[in-house]
């Protein structure tokens, strides 16, 4: 089945370089949004119809549990309540993995689309829909980490709408954040990045921001996060983020954590990856386009990189990575999205997701 995959995701992204590659034409546009479609399909397909294991397996006997409560004690339930809500509608019309495995897609493939029609057109849309649907940092949610799949679509979204228009939608991308929110209590985090933005970063150079990511990547490298952020972190953000198992030290010392050999602190291999769109924009783009309203997605992304690496300490931290990995395409296409560059960009992203299949992402694909 991975040689199956490959290959029919080989062909279809062969096919939507070449129409990119003439996307000026009328036709190669139609043909684009077609290909996209047909990518969009094969993959809810993949994803929605096989046998649940590991992560979806224990969604579908939460589902399960869900379906057998009443509204009053679903407002009673522990569980992100937009997450919770949806479990609960989902169950009144089938409790079979095939239906609920497809609402899950929809519900983080549409707001995904809609954060790029904000800005962007059809065509610019698909192609940004074709950078994301097997980026591994996606897929990984959209695959198993539903909760997170969800809430990134109306993270970026409702980043769309406050900071990435010539006229911002302040009161739809601030109520888009907060559902995000409702998905999954650690997207709190996204909010907190806005409020830094908006009123510290917004107007100032994005050389304040590339310098307090520097810092935080300095403080990690000499193991200095782990003190500071337990001094001045109150126990109450930390319980609000779902974090507080992690700074539990029976959680670390406890057998199950000790078989995974996960690696805390400072990884360089995570920090090279967390640079990359920065050294884009540096090499690509003249610091006097600074004050570019596009460049307030790189502000963002510097302050979550921040947050990850104030955070490499505690267990699992790449989940908090996660949320500046999630916004490397967007940016990276927004910094490259010239005829010059944009064609070598796209293709090798694609080409790089066929090999992954073979690699790195082939058990979505077995």
Known sequence: MILFHFSFYSIICATFLLLYSNRSNKAAKAGMLLYTFITVLWLWVTLSFRKPAGDPWRYMRGLEDISTLSFSQLLTDEGPIGFTLLNWIVSLVSIKSEFFFSIIYLLCII?????FREKYSKTDSSTLLMLYLLYPFYLTYLGSGFKQGIAFGFMLWGYSCLIGLDKSKPIKGLLLLFIATLFHNSFWIAIVAFVAWRYWFRHRSIMWSIAILMLCISLSILGLVEPVVRSILPASIVESLSFDEYFDDTFTSGAHYQSLNYRTG???????????????????????????????FLKIYCLLASGYFLLSFIPFSDRVAAFSWFL??????????????????????LLTY???????TKGYFQ
């Open 328 to 349: 490397i395409p967007y940016i990276l296409y927004q910094i490259i999205n010239t005829k010059k560059y944009s064609n070598i960009f796209v293709a090798l992203m």
């Open 266 to 296: 400072f990884r360089l291999d995570f920090a090279i990856f967390t640079v990359l769109p920065i050294a884009c924009f540096l090499l690509l783009r003249p610091p006097k386009l600074n004050a570019n309203r596009e460049y307030h």
């Open 354 to 360: 066929s090999i992954l299949i073979l690699i790195y």
């Open 111 to 115: 707001p995904l689309y809609l954060a």
